[in-house]
C-alpha cells in the first residue's frame, strides 16, 4: 500500500474522523479485507460477527479452506450460538474432495455443483464447482433468503465471515479475483451489511495491493507480546491507525 501511515491516526482530530469513519461503515455497509497471521485472526473475526444479545444478527459463513485454523472454527461456534435458525454456512470444497464425501452431506445437487445438509438448525450449502461465478450466486441467493427471512435487513445485521481467499487465489488471477470481491462487497453493502474476508499474507504483498482498492478497510492483526493486536488502514481516506489492542 503507498503511503502506510503517512496520516497515522495518532492526533485526537484524526482519531475522531476515524471513529465517524468506522460508524458510517457500520450504518452503510462494509467489506474489509483481514490480513496478517492466521493465529491472530479469531479475535478481529468474533468482533467483525458483531454481539448478537441486544441486536439481531443473520450470519454467513464461507469456507472455502478445508484446513480452517482452530481459532476460525472457534470463532465459527461463537457466531452461531443460540441463533443457529439465523446463520447459513456455504462451503466450497476442495477438488481433492470426493464427489462421494460432497453428496453425503445433503441430496446430491450436482446439476448446479450444489449440495444441502443441516448442521445443529444452521443451514449449509455444498458448493462443489471451482467456478467463482457460481460461488457468486449462491452467496447472493443466501442473502436473498436472508431478505424475506427478516422482512428486510436492517444496518450492521448481516454479518459475512469469508474464511480464506487464498484457495480463490491459488486458483484463480487475482484480476479474476478482484472482479468476484467487488460484485460480491457491492452485494453485501446493498443491504447495509459486514463483510470480512481473511487473508493471511504479507500487508505488502501483490495480492494485497491489488485486491485492496476493493475493500473500504484493510485490518492488519499480528501477535504483540503474546497478545493479539490490529491497526487499520481506510483505503480511500488513506488514514491507518496505531496498533490497538484486538
Same mark, same amino acid.
Given at each position: 500500500m503507498q503511503n502506510r501511515g503517512e496520516n497515522s491516526a495518532h492526533s485526537s482530530e484524526t482519531a475522531a474522523a476515524f471513529t465517524r469513519?468506522? !460508524?458510517?461503515l457500520k450504518r452503510?455497509?462494509?467489506?474489509?479485507?483481514?490480513?496478517?497471521?492466521?493465529?491472530? $485472526?479469531?479475535?478481529?473475526?468474533?468482533?467483525?460477527?458483531?454481539?448478537s444479545k441486544t441486536e439481531p444478527r443473520y450470519r454467513l459463513f464461507v469456507k472455502t479452506d478445508g484446513a480452517t485454523c482452530h481459532e476460525h472454527q472457534k470463532c465459527?461456534?461463537?457466531?452461531?450460538?443460540?441463533? !443457529?435458525?439465523?446463520?447459513?454456512?456455504?462451503?466450497?470444497? &476442495?477438488?481433492?474432495?470426493? &464427489? !462421494? &464425501?460432497?453428496?453425503?452431506?445433503?441430496?446430491?445437487?450436482?446439476?448446479?455443483g450444489i449440495g444441502h445438509g443441516h448442521?445443529?438448525?444452521?443451514?449449509?450449502?455444498i458448493v462443489t464447482? @471451482?467456478?467463482?461465478?457460481?460461488? @457468486?450466486?449462491?452467496?447472493?441467493?443466501?442473502?436473498?433468503? *436472508?431478505e424475506r427471512e427478516s422482512g428486510g435487513l436492517q444496518s450492521g445485521e448481516l454479518?459475512?465471515? *469469508?474464511?480464506?481467499?487464498?484457495?480463490?487465489?491459488?486458483?484463480?488471477?487475482h484480476e479474476s479475483v478482484f472482479r468476484f470481491l467487488h460484485i460480491l462487497t457491492a452485494r453485501v453493502r446493498n443491504v447495509n451489511g $459486514? !463483510?470480512? *474476508?481473511?487473508?493471511? &499474507?504479507? $500487508?505488502d504483498s501483490a495480492a494485497v495491493n491489488t485486491l485492496a482498492p476493493v475493500f473500504d478497510a484493510i485490518v492488519e492483526v499480528n501477535m504483540g507480546s503474546g497478545e493479539p493486536v490490529h491497526r487499520w488502514q481506510l483505503v480511500q481516506q488513506d488514514v491507518t491507525t496505531d496498533w490497538l489492542s484486538l
Open positions: 469513519t468506522l !460508524a458510517g452503510r455497509g462494509s467489506g474489509l479485507l483481514l490480513v496478517g497471521p492466521q493465529p491472530a $485472526m479469531g479475535r478481529a473475526c468474533e468482533r467483525f460477527l458483531g454481539e465459527e461456534e461463537v457466531g452461531v450460538g443460540s441463533n !443457529a435458525g439465523n446463520v447459513k454456512i456455504i462451503e466450497r470444497t &476442495t477438488h481433492t474432495r470426493s &464427489t !462421494a &464425501t460432497v453428496s453425503s452431506t445433503g441430496h446430491d445437487g450436482s446439476d448446479h448442521d445443529d438448525d444452521s443451514e449449509t450449502t464447482s @471451482g467456478s467463482l461465478a457460481r460461488l @457468486g450466486i449462491t452467496i447472493s441467493e443466501a442473502i436473498d433468503e *436472508f454479518r459475512v465471515c *469469508f474464511d480464506s481467499l487464498v484457495p480463490l487465489l491459488g486458483e484463480h488471477s $459486514m !463483510a470480512h *474476508f481473511h487473508l493471511p &499474507t504479507e $500487508m
